[in-house]
């Protein structure tokens, strides 16, 4: 839609309802049961897929400031984090590290996807001004690519953080962020497989059609 | 009582075209208007451009070309100055309704126009008392009923006394008790009112009726004439190109 | 989720308990401040007997507001898993001291901020937090615009959760056993638009 009301403001409603409707998805999809992972044992919840998808679907800016609000209103005691917990406690915690970096993560997440989508639609000026089907697969390939970045940033900031609050050893740090590592690629191929049929839904929402 | 005052609601040969899917789409084509009625109903199909017409007059659509005035005001380029005469109703309340509860929604809308909390809390609770929805005050949006929930949704644009009342399809979702109660509601309202609707009732008690068609403005004259002849449409096919 | 009733925006915020007790009745600065002193003393003093100090305080001063104690112990219930584990693990690597006070720490900072967040209404809490952010209009941030972030925030999680319900609803009704992808797609697509009606209505309200 071409938003008149961005004559004053950087920041649309749209944008602004998009944000705040995509940090409340991320808490939807943090507190939906965690699925207890067989051989490990650790509980995997469905909150990194949100932080994939929110980049890939929003973009970098509004991919992060999502993020950043659900991370604000988590910390301020809300308990909109994985297993109803919430508070600046969570700060003290082992998962602190993730926590932090899901701003970051999905601002280059959607930043590295939202070129990748507008990249595709100026490929194809003929008439068409959604992602053709013939392309979906290498667009899918590339949101992969941009997820895949997030992931080790996010993963990065979160081995830091097991080695700062949980005390582990880089070793030690590194095993346990690894268990988690499996889980989180198909999250990022979920998230990819799912922002390119939004993306041909919403044809508008990478930024202006040309 | 005061006199009501009257906007135009004015569209001179509009085209909206819009980005779809699959490619760009005419949702409005050479759209020739002027609703100056106390309520004018627009009726047509599902899709036919209703919903995109009464939002030319809040700067929520703009047209692709073409004149829009709602008063003397242009929306496309005023948009606020557009919206502060027009309140706009949507279909579903559950995406209009901001807030958790009822009275934080009509505070959200008082918030503007009332610095003072208290003084705001009281305004908010005259307008749930007025709709008769004061016992609702502090529930969970998602605890009231269909009806409930858009006379929620009337009462927080009301609250910033607008000139002009658009509603979208308002009796859509709502069941027969709930529907005849918004529209006593709406007959005791001094605002004009433009609003779309399937629901033939309350196209009746308009005093001025379009019909949009395929993107067109295929029609429009005094509610019994126009009511006949779309029930007519509706049957054997409608006029012009196309033959349903 | 699917034996849970759908959790509502006020399941999050604790349920606000109407109430005229001290507490209800105190202003919001000084509530934070009790509040975060009393949790930054637990956090720092790292001694089980100041945190289970802190916790017997704040199960009185619920009790005294009118919260009733059964409901306060009920807001803990979602936490047990993790008190579970944590205790375990800190049994084992750092001996009963160190785990009970870890865990009671956290049950303390957590039933302190609840006490915080029950005797408050939200819009004085998104009050709160847009005073506090004011300092951002330096850097060309509408604090108003923050807090109208948050409860839209807080108003849209109970919605996708009646989404997500409904869809796997559909989904049994075609007697088909959904794949969480498949569930997620639509979902997703119905978020993206639901946050278009929204950004709409913020539009035509005159809110942008």
Known sequence: MTSPARETRSLTSFDLANIAVFAALTCVLALAPAIPVGAVGVPITLQTLAVFLTGMILGGWRGFLALLLYVVVGLLGVPVFAGFVGGPAVLAGPSAGYLLSFPFAAALVGALAHRSVRGERVRRRDGATSVAPERRGGLTVKLIGAGLAGLVLSHVVGTAGLMINAGLGLGAAVVTDLAFVPGDIVKVVVAALIAVAVHRAFPRMAGAVL | MEPPHRESLYCADVTVTVEGPRGPVTVLEGVDCEFTARRTAVVGLNGSGKSTLLRLFNGLVTPSSGVVRTGNVDPAAFPRHARSLVGFVFTDPASQILMPTPLEDIELSLRRGVRDRAERTEQAMAWLRRLGLEDRAHHSVFDLSGGERQLVALAAVLAVEPRVLVLDEPTTLLDLRNRLRLRQLLDGLPQQQLLSTHDLDLAASADHVAVVHEARLIDQGPPERMLHLYRHWCENGFPGKTAA | ?208
């Open chain 3, 1 to 208: 989720m699917r034996r849970r009733a759908r959790p509502r925006g006020d399941d999050l915020l604790g349920t606000y308990v109407p109430g005229t007790s001290p507490l209800h009745r105190c202003p919001l600065w000084l509530k934070a401040l009790l509040v975060l002193g009393a949790c930054l003393v637990v956090m720092t003093a790292r001694d089980w007997r100041v945190s289970l100090g802190a916790l017997a305080l704040t199960a009185a001063a619920a009790a005294a507001c009118g919260l009733g104690v059964r409901r306060w112990v009920r807001s803990l219930r979602p936490l047990l898993l993790l008190v579970i584990l944590l205790t375990a693990y800190h049994l084992v690597a750092n001996g009963p001291a160190r785990a009970a006070d870890v865990v009671l720490s956290l049950l303390a900072v957590v039933t302190l901020t609840r006490l915080l967040i029950s005797t408050t209404p939200l819009p004085r809490l998104i009050d709160g937090l847009v005073l506090l952010c004011s300092p951002l209009c330096l850097a060309g941030v509408d604090p108003e615009r923050i807090g109208l972030a948050v409860s839209l925030m807080i108003r849209s999680v109970p919605w996708l959760f009646g989404v997500l319900t409904s869809l796997r609803d559909a989904a049994a009704a075609r007697t088909v056993r959904p794949h969480p992808v498949q569930l997620v797609t639509p979902a997703v697509i119905a978020t993206v638009d639901y946050a278009h009606r929204t950004g709409e209505a913020l539009a035509a309200r005159g809110l942008e």
